[in-house]
Structures are given as structure tokens and as C-alpha cells.
């Protein structure tokens, strides 16, 4: 089964760090692009980021820019997010999503989501 | 940044009918839109991709089409498991943006 798992989301004070993992079973991880996608409550979907196969190129929403990095091990399917400086309005869940393999910048996989919520 | 705009807000329709989607963006995106539907608890699931492309494995009774600006997801026959919400998203340019959805409710 195809499948994507994201892990640690917390809850976490303005201006501190958090790294998102994202486990992929079911599929050839190395062959496809992978995104981070996220959804505040009550908004909409916002992409946050992705990632090519080999790491060759990353792409970043401009509010993240500076602030989050991306990244993938092809040897281990995971997929991370590296969260630093976080505000209230990274509060969100966050989603771990497959490019399709025809046309990577559509998301075809989706995991449940981990939950980031950025509070004092 | 491409901001996409969907109407309605709320689609109240029973099952049988026919439900309209649309999706309007910011400026022209030529055919590079895609639809999604979303239940609760549930991801995103890709139903369309680049206007009027189904994905793999959705059902025929969902159809997309328009380019340009203007957009249009239909079913044609709601069935009990499609109601839900729906967006739309964009990939002619970065950063990909989605609509704010439209929720298909039952009557």
C-alpha cells in the first residue's frame, strides 16, 4: 500500500525549532519530487514547499524562505522539514505530499498530516 | 502570487444532481490547474490535473474544464461519497497556490 506518515509536530514557542519527518512505504520514494503542504485552521491549503529526486532543486513558499529547509534521505523514504524562527502563523497542519509522476507540481499521495502548533 | 477564487463557498444539492465548481484565477494559468477533494479526517485526494485530466483511478462522473482564468469541476451525478470540499490549484507559476474551496453539502 502507498502510503506517507508524518511525525513531530509539537506544540512549540515563537522563535524556536522543529523538524518534520515524513515516512514513505508502498513506492520507488527515489523516483518522485515530494512537497510539504500545510493548512492553518479554519484557511486554505498553502504549499510550503518541495523537493526533487536527487536534491538537485528545492522550491520554498516566500514565507518560509530563510526560515525552513527542506530535505529527503532516498535511502531511508523520508522526507524532513526543518523548521526554525517559528511564529504563531506557522501554526498549521502539516501534510507530506507525492508529486505525480507525470507532472510533479500535482500532489497525487497525501499522508494525515502532524499537527505544529506554535504558541507561548 | 496567482490567487485562485472559488464560488461558491457552499454547494447545498442532493444526490442525482449535478453540481458546479468554479475557480477563477489572478491571471492567466493557461491549462495548469488541478482539483482536489478533501473529507474529513481525510487527506487531499487529486481528482484533475491540468484542467481536464483525470487522475488515476476517479470515477468518470467528474469532469474539469476551462483555461485561462476561468475553471469549472463537475459531477455530473452526486453520488453519497462526494460530498465534501473541493479545491482548486495552480502550478503555472510559484509559488503553487489553492483556491479556498467550495463545500458540497447535501440538501
Known amino acids: 500500500e502507498v502510503q506517507l506518515v508524518e511525525s513531530g509536530g509539537d506544540l512549540v514557542q515563537p522563535g524556536g525549532s522543529l523538524r518534520l519527518s515524513c515516512a514513505a512505504s508502498?513506492?520507488?520514494?527515489?523516483?518522485?519530487?515530494m512537497s510539504w503542504v500545510r493548512q492553518a485552521p479554519g484557511r486554505r491549503l498553502e504549499w510550503v514547499a518541495n523537493i526533487k529526486q536527487d536534491q538537485s532543486e528545492e522550491y520554498y513558499v516566500d514565507s518560509v524562505k530563510g526560515r525552513f529547509t527542506i530535505s529527503r534521505d532516498n535511502a531511508k523514504n523520508s522526507l524532513y522539514l526543518q523548521m526554525n524562527s517559528l511564529r504563531a502563523e506557522d501554526t498549521a497542519l502539516y501534510y507530506c505530499?507525492?508529486?505525480?509522476?507525470?507532472?510533479?507540481?500535482?500532489?497525487?499521495?497525501w499522508g494525515k498530516g502532524t499537527t505544529v502548533t506554535v504558541s507561548s | 502570487e496567482i490567487v485562485l477564487t472559488q464560488s461558491p463557498a457552499t454547494l447545498s444539492l442532493s444526490p442525482g444532481e449535478r453540481a458546479t465548481l468554479s475557480c477563477r484565477a489572478s491571471q492567466s494559468i493557461s491549462s495548469y490547474l488541478g482539483w482536489y477533494q478533501e473529507k474529513p479526517g481525510q487527506a487531499p485526494r487529486l481528482l484533475i490535473y491540468?484542467?481536464?485530466n483525470r487522475a488515476t483511478g476517479i470515477p468518470a462522473r467528474f469532469s474539469g474544464s476551462g483555461s485561462g482564468t476561468d475553471f469549472t469541476l463537475t459531477i455530473s451525478s452526486l453520488e453519497p461519497e462526494d460530498f465534501a470540499v473541493y479545491y482548486c490549484?495552480?502550478?503555472?507559476?510559484?509559488?503553487?497556490?489553492f483556491g479556498g474551496g467550495t463545500k458540497v453539502e447535501i440538501k
Open positions: 490549484q495552480q502550478r503555472q507559476r510559484w509559488p503553487l497556490t
Open positions: 491540468d484542467a481536464s
Open positions: 508502498g513506492f520507488t520514494f527515489s523516483s518522485y519530487w
Open positions: 505530499a507525492r508529486g505525480t509522476s507525470l507532472i510533479p507540481n500535482y500532489m497525487d499521495v
